[in-house]
């Protein structure tokens, strides 16, 4: 079993949505081999904007094995916290949050504890946390069930890893037994298939190749 985790990042409006939601249903509703594999061989989760997740879960909700996920999740519980989004209202919505993403880490200033925190609740309101390191100094914590590597000179870059170069650091990272392994750094339709050969790696994570639903429905159908 494979996943295919599609990060929009802060990407699309409303009506872009509409856009991807009509184009992925139709390529998907007319698609057997896209349709057998998704029956028996990948998990696709699909990572919208917040204002968002309500529409795509409902729009998705349908069909095997394509999950929502959030992109983020508050450190914090329900209280006086402005402006944050918690687990409690995202466990209505995603099975999934990626979490300690490279992005919020240097960019917005995001903290190892702040990571952790955000792992607790993940637990605590059962959503799945897929978390980004970007290499080994980034801690992970026991029993993290997807550990996403997302080096950060490929992400957006074009600069994608190869498979023995991704396979280099998954030895230096402290992964539980159990823990699936996920690559992310400008996965694209047209450099995904070595990954998606390879028995250690257990899934992708592609941002910008995730924004059309033709591009990321080409990934999910080369999952073999
Ligand atoms: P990219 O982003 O595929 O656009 O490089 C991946 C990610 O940052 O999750």
Redesign the pocket.
Known sequence: MKYIIG?WKAYKTEEEVKLWLAGFIEKLNSDTHIQSILQEKVKVVVCPPYPFIPQVTAALSQFTNIFIGSQNISSFDEGSYTGEVNGKMLSQFVKFAIIG?S?RRIVLHETEKAVENKFLMCKKYDIQPILCVRDEKDTIPSEAPFVAY?PTD???TGKFKSVDEILEVKKTLKLSEGSLFIY????NAHNCKPYLESNEIDGL?????SLDPLEFLQIISQVN
């Open positions: 990060n993403h992005e997302e490929a992400i957006g992310g750094g400008s996965v994570l592609p941002g910008g190749g």
